[in-house]
T-cell receptor, first 113, second 113 residues
Framework: GENVEQHPSTLSVQEGDSAVIKCTYS??????FPWYKQELGKRPQLIID?????GEKKDQRIAVTLNKTAKHFSLHITETQPEDSAVYFC????????????FGAGTTVTVRA | DTAVSQTPKYLVTQMGNDKSIKCEQN?????MYWYKQDSKKFLKIMFS???????INETVPNRFSPKSPDKAHLNLHINSLELGDSAVYFC????????????FGPGTRLTVT
């Protein structure tokens, strides 16, 4: 089955700086890669996703890049703000299964004011 | 207007007891899920139902039994609760029609003493 590894496990950045989280996946047939944000005590919520036919996607201060050859994808957050502090999860979906997401272990991001 | 709701929000019980968690979604989605999030924040898929049919059944002790009376509801019954069952259990749903986004419920924090 799909195995997703996520790094780093914790990330502390100064407000206004950028944050980058990287994930690798094992199943070359995976075709959908979402990122979820989970604030303390809250539910995970989708913040951005990318499909395998796209190399990069941007939404305001967040962007995701996908390298299918290397089987890795990254989340980039620019101009970080205190409200960006949360746990971020990457995930991958195999093309053979429209329902199953395999999640990475999560990255705890702390934005220092 | 809650999209995915769960009850109860908190559940404290003793080892050996049997308990249930209920989930309802009003998004009209066909697919529902149960995830377990342990103390290290790892999100692990347990079960998924599509139109009341079990489609994902991960390696979970058979003390855990899901039930989907209709496509808007997915319940989780746990028999003979153990200390290791303490976690946050999230219900989620997706429409399975080309959009793979999963919408999570608020979670149920289960504490077994």
């Amino acid at each position: 089955g799909e195995n997703v590894e996520q790094h780093p496990s914790t990330l502390s950045v100064q407000e206004g700086d950028s944050a980058v989280i990287k994930c690798t996946y094992s199943d070359s047939a995976s075709n959908y890669f979402p990122w979820y944000k989970q604030e303390l005590g809250k539910r995970p919520q989708l913040i951005i996703d990318i499909r395998s036919n796209v190399g990069e996607k941007k939404d305001q201060r967040i962007a995701v890049t996908l390298n299918k050859t290397a089987k890795h994808f990254s989340l980039h957050i620019t101009e970080t703000q205190p409200e960006d502090s949360a746990v971020y999860f990457c995930a991958a979906k195999p093309s053979s299964n429209d329902y199953k997401l395999s999640f990475g272990a999560g990255t705890t991001v702390t934005v220092r004011a | 207007d809650t999209a995915v709701s769960q009850t109860p929000k908190y559940l404290v019980t003793q080892m050996g007891n049997d308990k249930s968690i209920k989930c309802e979604q009003n998004l009209g989605h066909d697919t529902m899920y149960w995830y377990k999030q342990d103390s290290k924040k790892f999100l692990k898929i347990m079960f998924s139902y599509n139109n009341k049919e079990l489609i994902i059944n991960e390696t979970v002790p058979n003390r855990f039994s899901p039930k989907s009376p209709d496509k808007a509801h997915l319940n989780l019954h746990i028999n003979s609760l153990e200390l290791g069952d303490s976690a946050v259990y999230f219900c989620a749903s997706s429409d399975g029609q080309g959009s793979y986004e999963q919408y999570f419920g608020p979670g149920t924090r289960l504490t077994v003493t």
